[in-house]
């Protein structure tokens, strides 16, 4: 049973010294090897949200793998969603992405606005998520998919003010993301200044491989780091 919001839960991050750790699955790539590594890695290390979704991701896939982690793991599970069309009810709450660091209406308020009939009739919880890509050197799979091109990564004013934009718009977290599989993840420099710049909970992924890089991670700044493909590849250095 869920006994406080997802985003109480984010905040409860924020204001302490203990910061978070997510896996994201795609479920595209879940298979029965991946979920029983992941149900270990719970075991194991302290992980507290599994997100799921990616850019390019089948419906079908979705809910089947949404239930099998809620039957698996008890850990709240946030969508991560790439499309309007990529919800499914069992999970606990949906990452509200508006894609700032681009320019295409369509990922910064049309699925948006697609997605909300079916969010409505949910008890999905709806967090707004100020969605910024951050150069991760190299083209990733969201990236093209929003026809969008990311904020580079040695020009952390202007992930600053992007963030700053979407607290004054009234979104309730900030997702610095180098894109899924990214070759270097957002620099802890770039962390920093966003971080220092806002007063709202900040996830940061992409491109991580390490425990070292995520601890780095929340030393800049991150209340939530989250990791997907190098768990994926079994290639995490823990
Ligand atoms: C992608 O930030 C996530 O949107 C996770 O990235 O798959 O590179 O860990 P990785």
């Known amino acids: 049973m869920k006994l406080q919001s997802i985003y109480t839960q984010f905040f409860d991050f924020y204001n302490s010294n203990h910061k978070a750790f997510a896996i994201l699955i795609d479920p595209d790539k879940c298979t029965s090897m991946h979920l029983d590594r992941i149900i270990s890695i719970c075991k194991t290390i302290k992980v507290d ?11 079908n896939s979705l809910q089947e793998v949404v239930s099998r982690i809620k039957s698996n793991i008890d850990l709240p599970i946030l969508l991560f ?5 990529h919800i499914s009810n069992d999970a606990d709450g949906i990452l509200f992405l508006s894609l700032l660091s681009g320019r295409n209406a369509d990922f910064l ?13 949910s008890n999905l919880e709806v967090i707004s998520t100020a969605y910024l890509l951050i150069d991760g050197g190299k083209s990733t799979t969201v990236s093209y998919v929003s026809n969008t091109v990311p904020i580079p990564n040695d020009k952390p004013e202007i992930a600053a003010i992007t963030a700053l934009a979407g607290q004054y718009l009234g979104m309730k977290v900030v997702f610095l993301d180098a ?15 966003v971080k220092s710049n806002i ?7 992409g491109g991580i491989k390490s425990m070292a890089q995520v601890e780095l991670a929340w030393q ?18 823990f």
């Open 199 to 205: 007063s709202l909970p900040l996830i940061v992924g």
């Open 49 to 59: 949200f599994i997100f799921v979704g990616g850019s390019l991701i089948s419906e």
């Open 220 to 237: 800049a700044g991150a209340d939530i780091v989250v990791v997907g493909t190098a768990i994926e590849n079994d290639t995490f250095n």
């Open 109 to 121: 308020i049309g699925q948006q606005v697609l997605a909300t009939p079916t969010l409505a009739k």
């Open 81 to 85: 969603p790439g499309a309007s069309t």
């Open 179 to 193: 894109g899924s599989g990214a070759t270097y993840p957002v620099s802890p420099k770039t962390i920093a200044m």
